[in-house]
């Protein structure tokens, strides 16, 4: 049974540093591409950063640039999204979800496995 598990988030002041971890079970993990989706309070889920299989990725939205890493350990099963000059607006639950796909697609109806998310907070 496929399995993602968040970890990471929290309380973090403007300006700080957070790294997510989504841990994953269940699947070839090296066979899918990996998305990390956030979903701020009234406001609809959106891409943050994805991962193919082979290990290219996409930054989506201008906010999130160069300010944000993502990467994967295919040894250990996991997808890390680095964030760093954290901004209120930031604030959000953060998913992960798995795909089938070997390429990244912006679309959450193209992922079939998410995790249960991680709250990350921005504030002073």
């Known amino acids: 049974q496929l399995h993602l598990v968040?970890?990471?988030?929290?309380?973090?002041?403007?300006?700080?540093?957070?790294?997510l971890s989504c841990a994953t079970s269940g699947f070839t993990f090296s066979r899918y591409a990996v998305i990390w989706f956030r979903q701020a309070p009234q406001k609809e889920r959106e891409p943050v950063a994805c991962i193919t299989s082979s290990g290219g990725y996409v930054l989506?939205?201008?906010?999130?640039?160069?300010?944000?890493?993502?990467?994967r350990d295919n040894a250990?099963?996991?997808?890390?999204?680095?964030?760093?000059?954290?901004?209120?607006?930031?604030?959000?639950?953060?998913?992960?979800a798995a795909t089938d796909r070997a390429a990244c697609v912006p679309d959450e109806k193209a992922y079939?496995?998410?995790?249960?998310?991680?709250?990350?907070?921005?504030?002073?």
């Open 6 to 19: 968040e970890s990471g988030g929290g309380l973090v002041q403007p300006g700080g540093s957070l790294r």
């Open 76 to 96: 250990k099963n996991i997808v890390l999204l680095e964030m760093q000059r954290l901004e209120p607006e930031d604030t959000a639950v953060y998913y992960c």
């Open 60 to 71: 989506y939205g201008d906010a999130g640039r160069g300010r944000l890493s993502i990467s």
């Open 112 to 124: 079939n496995t998410w995790g249960q998310g991680t709250q990350v907070t921005v504030s002073t």
